[in-house]
């Protein structure tokens, strides 16, 4: 089967964003392919800055990636995604336009008083998965709740499970995933280039870089198939790279859009090469979890 994962920009307009959506999936559906991982923000865009001026002016920068001792940046709080509760029709919509095309794509959720970066994965016969963003960037800690697991999902396509940008910095996000039966990993992104120490190419820009790292690292380690998206353009302060790719169960990338907006398309049976690259080296079965320390470790 063909597989399929978008580099596009996506903005506060639904519906220049389900016309956008409409079109990839024509283009993807063209290909052949029966899966279309969108990006992050598919609906109503992404943050608009992941910065804090003040610690900036401090000489300490804040962005994604770097040390974990951030406090929530300044956001324009009056220009946030729409939320969207996991009812609303426009879900409907979308099943319509995946038809027999299974779909994955972001937005923000609103359950009750919280909001969540969220992801669903649906076709014509409904929602078959959702997923809510664990790993939050500290400057989304002032507008979204973390998620709370990772779950994996059956598919026309195979069993499947998704993580959202900052997910895949942590090998434990894809590692839980394979664990529950996924033999193909979602990743919807908006990843920015780097806020603090741009590249003048951005192919060679450290947060490009990091992106394509972990998108190989996650599928090699876990041996499966990692489908990856990414926003492309600019809102706000954020410069979005894309570098949508299909990576195999070897961490080779099958397909690639590089910096440009369009569709990276690879035809893979995850099912036959989850297989045959575990026939000889089979990490999950090798693992050795009593060997691996946990806690804290006592100094003398």
Known sequence: ????????????????????????????????????????????????????????????????????DQIPSALDMDDLPPALRPADPIFERLAGIAGDMVLCLGYREQAGSLSYNAAVCLSG??????????????????IYSPGECFEAFDTPV???????????????????????????????????ASLTDPARRMVKDRQSRLFDLYDCARAAENQVVLVSSNQTGRTGALNFFGNAKVVGPGGEVRARTWTKA????AEIDPVHEVSRVRRVLHHLAERRPSAYRRGPVAVD
């Open 1 to 68: 089967m063909f597989l399929a994962a978008a580099a596009a920009h996506f903005g506060r307009d639904l519906d220049f964003d389900l016309d956008r959506v409409a079109s990839l999936v024509q283009a993807a559906r063209r290909a052949g392919s029966a899966l279309l991982v969108l990006p992050d923000g598919t609906l109503g865009g992404y943050l608009t800055d992941l910065r804090d001026p003040a610690r900036e002016s401090a000489g300490r920068p804040a962005e994604l990636g770097d040390p974990v």
């Open 125 to 142: 016969a409904g929602v078959h998965g959702r997923h809510r963003k664990v790993h939050l960037a500290p400057s989304e800690s002032a």
């Open 158 to 192: 195979g069993r499947v499970g998704m993580m959202i940008d900052y997910d895949k910095t942590f090998p434990e996000s894809a590692r839980a995933l394979a664990e529950d039966g996924a033999t193909v990993l979602a990743c919807l992104s908006a990843w920015p």
């Open 262 to 265: 369009g569709l990276a398309v």
